[in-house]
Structures are given as C-alpha cells and as structure tokens.
C-alpha cells in the first residue's frame, strides 16, 4: 500500500514537471519520474508516459512504444487509453478489428469520441 502512495506521488511530480505547473516545465524529469512511478506500480504513470511518446513531448515519437505502455494502463477503468490503443491499432498496426474491439470498449466506458470512431469503422469494415 505504501508502494502505490509512493508511485501515485512520482506520478503527480511528473504531472507538475509536463505541465510546468508549481516549477518550470521539465520534459526531461517529466519522463523520468513517469518512469519511477511506473517502476513503482502506479498504472495511471503508463498512460501519462505513452501520451510523451505519442506527442513528442521531451522525446522522440514513437507510436510502437506508446502502444505499449497503453497496454499497461488500468485499462478496465481508463476510456482514454482504450481510446488510444484503438486508435494506434488502426493507424499504426492497420489492424481494424483490433481497433473496433478497443473503440467498442471504450464506447461502453462512456467515451464520446469513440462512438464517432466506432460508428465510422464498423461502416469501413462492413
């Protein structure tokens, strides 16, 4: 229990140094405090360091390793990140179904812009 405090704390600095929110913004610590949260066992900081590598923000894109990290969100709980898996799978991976069961998820979680996503896919796939 004590662990998830710690990472959930990393996680918010991390948050503070991407935003340069109460400190100068800092990409470089940004990510490196995702990653000790992450190493921690807080879920959210998975989510947070996909958005750097998927943006470009304080690194170089890569949308394989954002996949990846999507993966390890609380993906039960997190719309956005079901969002996003669905939406790489289809551009990066040119998986539609895949992305179609992750829209479809994310729709269900009650995430807007995946019914739009969802609706135009299923008329591509059929």
Not at 29 to 38: D, F, R, S
Not at 68 to 96: M, W
């Amino acid at each position: 229990m004590a662990q998830e405090g710690i990472g959930y704390a990393q996680n918010v600095l991390a948050l503070m140094y991407e935003e340069g929110k109460e400190s100068k913004q800092d990409l470089s610590l940004a990510k490196e405090y995702y990653q000790k949260a992450i190493g921690s066992g807080d879920s959210k900081a998975h989510f947070n360091l996909a958005m750097l590598y998927k943006d470009a923000k304080g690194v170089k894109q890569d949308l394989i390793k954002a996949l990846e990290l999507l993966k390890y969100s609380d993906l039960e709980n997190h719309p956005r990140a079901l969002y996003f898996i669905a939406e790489l799978s289809e551009s990066v991976l040119k998986d539609k179904d895949k992305a179609l069961k992750y829209y479809e998820k994310a729709a269900y979680l009650g995430y807007k812009p995946a019914y739009v996503k969802m609706s135009k896919l299923k008329n591509e796939i059929t």
